[in-house]
């Protein structure tokens, strides 16, 4: 997030996409009904009716897999009618010819003949968010598990860059995390193209900074990212995994094929506080330790890097990751921490050493958070207070780049053969794939099992009637379920949770990834459904 | 696009951003003067000069109703006394927040509640913090109350104890207003008022999303996370740690109250609104969805796969070590750094995906090292 999260009530504007807040983030949906019942306007564009929907000024319910045609015909509204901040691109960005070059044939009457929202609420959406001074954007996987995913950010990026909606309070783009520390694993340099700090590692200064803090050298090789690695386990050129405390065999896109890959694998290695799928089918399990049974730091989405603390001892033997990775490291003689024995290791002397080599995080420590509490990067010295909100007086890296987007569909579309859209998505009483929160009969009394959305008119087109099962196939898969007929979904569209081990709605999406980022396209695969 | 509308946009922000720092004024806040900002309140300002004023009925984050009349004070601009949670400060005005008029108010009001009450209050509850700091005035005998409470509700977190209510309505407003989704509300007339949801039905059957905001709002300890109930008059004495969830990005701060003899969680409450990002809220998964920590599903010793019988059976840590370890340096030596992969975490900490990439990176030589659902 560019923003911090209690900037989020004062804003004047939320435009919302592609994030089911209330049930995903509830924390922050409260936030920004605060801001709502202080006046601000609220545009929330998701393929579903959601709750927040509900609130909204403006609901843009456009068909799922089609944000870039929503955005870009939004951006052609705003240079159409001369909305834009024409002092704040001059001074602040790049590339603006090419995107107004590319979005110049983006009508909103096009972007209703793909989107379905009527071109006159797109051009409404346009002009409420170019003419609000703090105007904020908050996305989810709504944006980034799409095959252009990539696409969506840029973007939602132009909008924030033609209009100047940077570098000022309660404004900004804000990706809401998903997972607690999917921001700080990404920060710690948990991805192939980046070492902590979000140093490329194919920098030769980046490597050898941490290659002499770590005494040995950084591997210079092209690493793959999530769905390249889901890619190659299919074809059989991995051989030996370590996976730590996730289920890929149940939230990975078609783990159809990927069982069979994984059971042929050399060596899997499963770290995890339950035998999951994955770990049925693993050579070594390590019992691990939960969030409230260590130490640590966790990084949310806005930046802040916040504390861990163990409250109860690991059920018998297991142990924090930590201390697992590190027996790992040592078995390999690399010392965990450089020059700190074993048995002296800490999470805060850790952390010590991953921030000795980045300016980001260099002035963040345990003794720190645990004076001041918790601390936003870029933080770069122990005098420094952090930073709530990014790019004021300019985007950080000098010039905001403007780039082109052009619309390309989802892979998949709908057929004769399938002729339902399937996207899938989070619903508030569970997390991921339930490992953890199936373990608890309260939530389970809300949503004891898996089901799914289907229209009125498609449930009398296809024969199903609300609370009977149905089983929803694609071409790679199918599973049965409860049927909840609902008018959140649209038309020809059908929209079940993800978090079900039972019936793995993974079974049926696509694992077509976004280029960048291997970002799978969960949102969007091609599906039949029949009564069951 | 109204073009007036646009130029008088621009002209906004041409100037730069409206200007946040309202006008201030002087109150006289037991004899000191403090400077305050139009728009606040008496008890903002008395609370930030360091005075103790008790209140029951008063939550940050709601709009004041003055229900309670705990936080009463003297104040110039009236002849009775005030309810300082929704008097606005005035330039010039003199408070008392504690003159021998306040506190024999203060004392008699607690004694009123106290009579209201079940024997014990609830230890720790802001009600029985109150009595502690300021006293109870002696002779007011106790009542029994007629109020009326819900049938036997089926949701597993929450719990309604109608005896202990004094109606203070916190918990209404911050269904209403906070997590916005009216599910209960007071209603019934005259004794018989009470918290109720529409047709009395059970919390399960209404709009409400089991936030569970309304028992940490709840200043007697009438709502009570269900699981801890049978615990509640020790739960102040249990030690809390400061956390933050494992679940959303949002990052919220919790104190998990500890049972250290049973090495169990107890129960999760928000930190004080005001004073951490999640601003005194918690969601349905990071209050109530703890249950999994101390699960028996548990995975509680390292399991390795018996290579004569296909199983996994229990080992030693050294033995799965090893093994994990021989493992990856046998992949490795046959077919090359690249057929290794490392997948770390989005739930795991820092300091843990650091050393994941660091494992792949300095010990295995690849940068085959992500994470899932990395967003
Ligand atoms: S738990 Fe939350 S939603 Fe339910 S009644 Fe209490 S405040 Fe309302
Ligand atoms: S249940 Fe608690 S918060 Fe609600 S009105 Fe009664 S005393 Fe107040
Ligand atoms: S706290 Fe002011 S009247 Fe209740």
């Keep these: 997030m560019t923003n911090a999260i209690t900037e989020i009530r004062d804003a004047e504007l939320l435009f919302v996409i592609g994030s089911n807040t209330t049930e995903a983030h509830p924390i922050i949906a409260m936030e920004m009904k605060r801001a709502v019942l202080r006046g601000a306007k609220l545009i929330v564009a998701d393929p579903r009716q959601t709750w927040l929907g509900g609130w909204a000024d403006l609901h843009l319910q456009l068909w799922p897999g089609t944000d870039v045609a929503l955005l870009s015909a939004m951006a052609h509204v705003i240079l159409a009618e001369g909305l834009q901040d024409q002092t704040y691109i001059d001074t602040h960005t790049e590339n603006f010819e090419a995107v107004r070059a590319s979005v110049a044939d983006w009508t909103p009457a096009r972007a209703e003949a793909i989107t379905g929202i009527p071109a006159a609420d797109i051009a409404a959406a346009a002009r409420m968010y170019a003419t609000t001074r703090r105007a904020g954007i908050y996305y989810t996987l709504g944006i980034t598990e799409h095959t252009h995913g990539t696409d969506n950010v840029f973007c939602l990026s132009n909008l924030v860059l033609l209009t100047g909606h940077l570098g000022q309070r309660s404004a900004g783009l804000n990706p809401l995390r998903g997972q607690n520390n999917v921001q700080g694993a990404n920060d710690s340099g948990a991805t192939p193209v980046f070492l902590p700090g979000y140093q490329r590692v194919d920098d030769p200064a980046a490597r050898a900074r941490y290659s002499a803090i770590w005494g040995r050298e950084v591997p210079a090789d092209k690493g793959m990212n999530l769905n390249q690695m889901m890619h190659a386990l299919r074809d059989g050129d991995l051989k030996a995994m370590l996976v730590v405390g996730e289920d890929i065999l149940v939230s990975e896109p078609d783990v159809a094929g990927l069982d069979r890959a994984v059971s042929e694998l050399d ?6 506080l339950f035998l999951t799928e994955t770990a049925k089918q693993a050579d070594v399990v390590l019992p691990a330790a939960a969030f409230a049974e260590k130490d640590g730091t966790f990084t949310n989405s806005e930046r802040r890097v916040q504390r861990v603390r163990q409250a109860v001892p690991p059920p018998g033997q297991a142990r924090p990751d930590w201390q697992i990775l590190a027996a790992l490291l040592e078995r390999s ?23 000795s080599g980045t300016d980001k995080f260099a002035g963040i420590s345990h003794a720190r958070i645990e004076n001041e509490g918790g601390l936003q990067w870029p933080c770069p010295t122990a005098d420094h207070k952090g930073t709530d909100f990014l790019h004021q007086g300019g985007p950080m890296r000098g010039k905001g780049l403007l780039v082109p987007v052009n619309y390309r569909p989802s892979v998949e579309r709908p057929d004769a053969d399938w002729p339902l859209c399937l996207s899938t998505g989070r619903t508030l009483y569970h997390y991921n794939v339930a490992t953890q929160t199936k373990r608890e009969q309260g939530l389970l009394d809300r949503h004891p099992g898996c089901f799914v959305e289907v229209h009125p008119d498609d449930a009398s087109r296809y024969g199903l009637h609300d609370g009977g099962r149905a089983e929803v196939s694609t071409r790679r898969g199918a599973i049965e379920v409860d ?7 649209q038309t020809g569209m059908i929209w079940l949770p993800m978090h079900f081990s039972e019936a793995r709605a993974n079974l049926l999406t696509i694992d077509a990834g976004d280029e960048v980022t291997g970002t799978a396209e969960y949102k969007v695969c091609a599906a039949a459904i029949a009564p069951r | 696009m109204p073009d007036d509308a646009r130029k008088l946009y621009r ?10 720092a309202p006008s201030t004024l002087t109150v006289h ?20 000069a360091g005075c103790d004023v008790p209140t029951l009925c008063h939550d940050e984050r709601l709009q004041p109703t003055g229900a309670c009349r705990m936080c009463l004070v003297e104040s110039s601009d009236s002849r009775r006394l005030v309810p ?23 004392q008699a009001l607690l004694a009123l509640y106290a009579a209201d009450q079940p024997e014990q209050i609830v230890p720790g509850s802001e009600l029985e913090v109150a009595m502690r700091r300021h006293g109870v005035a002696e002779g007011v005998p106790s009542v029994t109350s007629a109020r009326a409470g819900r049938p036997e509700d089926q949701n597993r977190f929450i719990q309604f104890q109608p005896d202990r209510c004094i109606l203070c309505a916190r918990c209404t407003r911050y269904c209403d207003e906070v997590e916005a989704v009216a599910a209960i509300a007071v209603g019934h007339r005259g004794p018989e008022t009470t918290i109720v949801t529409a047709d009395m039905r059970g919390l399960l059957d209404t709009t409400c999303e089991l936030c569970g905001g309304c028992v940490d709002t709840c200043p007697t300890g009438a709502l009570v996370e269900k699981k801890a109930a049978p615990r509640q008059m020790e739960l102040a004495s249990l030690p809390t740690v400061r956390t933050t969830c494992g679940y959303c990005g949002v990052g919220c701060q919790m104190d998990l109250s500890v049972d250290r003899d049973k090495g169990q969680i107890v129960r999760v409450q928000s930190p004080p609104p005001g004073t951490t990002t999640n601003d005194g809220n918690l969601c349905v998964k990071g209050r109530f969805a703890t249950g999994y920590v101390g699960h028996p599903d548990r995975l509680t010793v390292p399991l390795l796969r018996d290579r004569a019988t296909g199983q996994l059976v229990p080992s030693t840590w050294d033995e799965a070590l090893d093994r994990a370890h021989e493992l990856l340096v046998d992949a490795k030596a046959r077919h090359g750094a690249h057929a290794l ?3 770390s975490s989005s739930r795991a900490t820092n300091e843990e995906n650091y050393l994941a990439q660091k494992l792949a990176r300095a010990a295995f030589g690849t940068n085959n090292c992500h994470q899932c659902a990395a967003t």
């Design chain 1, 333 to 355: 003689d690399v010392e965990p921490v450089r020059g700190v024995a074993t048995s002296a290791l800490t999470p805060a002397l850790i952390y010590q050493e991953m921030a």
């Design chain 1, 267 to 272: 060596a899997l290695i499963v770290v995890d």
């Design chain 1, 483 to 489: 049927v909840h007929v609902s008018q959140r979904v």
């Design chain 2, 11 to 20: 002209a906004e922000r041409d100037v730069g951003p409206a200007p946040d």
């Design chain 2, 29 to 48: 806040i037991d004899g000191q003067p403090r400077t305050a900002v139009a728009g606040e309140t008496l008890l903002q300002v008395a609370r930030r």
């Design chain 2, 84 to 106: 300082s949670c929704r008097h606005p400060v005035q330039d010039g005005l003199h408070v008392q927040t504690a003159s021998a008029r306040v506190l024999r108010h203060r």
């Design chain 2, 341 to 343: 992969a490392f997948i």
